[in-house]
Antibody, heavy 120, light 107 residues
Framework: QVQLVQSGAEVKKPGASVKVSCKVS????????MHWVRQAPGKGLEWMGG????????IYAQKFQGRVTMTEDTSTDTAYMELSSLRSEDTAVYYC?????????????WGQGTLVTVSS | DIQMTQSPSSVSASVGDRVTITCRAS??????LAWYQQKPGKAPKLLIY???SLQSGVPSRFSGSGSGTDFTLTISSLQPEDFATYYC?????????FGQGTRLEIK
């Protein structure tokens, strides 16, 4: 059983960056395909990017290209999502979500979510 | 990108009712479709994958069907804990995309 525990809520000013962490237990990061999904208040789910085990690369949604970086620290089994140049529209709950490889596109396990508020 | 369109956007139903939610993909995705349930303030929960396979632990009153571009999620007899928002997601290719959600409310 995979468990994902995310870092706490953040408040950021426009133009700043935020880095959200996602600690894995039950499996190692190398056994998982990790993704990030966000949800603006009262809105639906939006995939931001994730790891494609077929190519061995992280794929980002075009909307976030150049502003998002997803990294992994396999020594601590912690995944990170950093979003830069924040604007008010980035206010959302950010989820890490994962599946055991070789599956890659079904999001089987989810973190509890991290609320990021962007406000001046 | 593959666009996913759900209908209806919201539905009111009573405990014991049978409810069907539909999801249409903008292009064929074979059976690469998942359904999620989300309750307020909680993370989504995987219900069905590969269009019709029930995730472990999910009650058998939930079922999925379809292939190609048209899919359905059916709840055979609504229980109080089923009132939530449901999302479909295409798992055929990147970028992964979700439907806009269907809110299931108590009548």
């Amino acid at each position: 059983q995979v468990q994902l525990v995310q870092s706490g809520a953040e408040v950021k000013k426009p133009g700043a960056s935020v880095k959200v962490s996602c600690k894995v237990s039950g499996y190692t990061l190398t056994e998982l395909s990790m993704h990030w999904v966000r949800q603006a208040p009262g809105k639906g789910l939006e995939w931001m990017g994730g790891f494609d085990p077929e190519d061995g690369e992280t794929i980002y949604a075009q909307k976030f290209q150049g502003r998002v970086t997803m990294t992994e620290d396999t020594s601590t089994d912690t995944a990170y999502m950093e979003l830069s140049s924040l604007r008010s529209e980035d206010t959302a709950v950010y989820y890490c979500a994962t599946v055991v490889v070789p599956a890659a596109t079904i999001l089987d396990y989810w973190g509890q979510g991290t609320l990021v508020t962007v406000s001046s | 990108d593959i666009q996913m369109t759900q209908s209806p956007s919201s539905v009111s139903a009573s405990v014991g009712d049978r409810v069907t939610i539909t999801c249409r993909a903008s292009q064929g995705i074979s059976s690469w479709l998942a359904w999620y349930q989300q309750k307020p303030g909680k993370a989504p929960k995987l219900l069905i994958y590969a269009a019709s396979s029930l995730q472990s632990g999910v009650p058998s009153r939930f079922s999925g069907s379809g292939s190609g571009t048209d899919f359905t999620l059916t709840i055979s007899s609504l229980q109080p804990e089923d009132f939530a928002t449901y999302y479909c997601q295409q798992a055929n290719s990147f970028p992964l995309t979700f439907g806009q959600g269907t809110r299931l409310e108590i009548k």
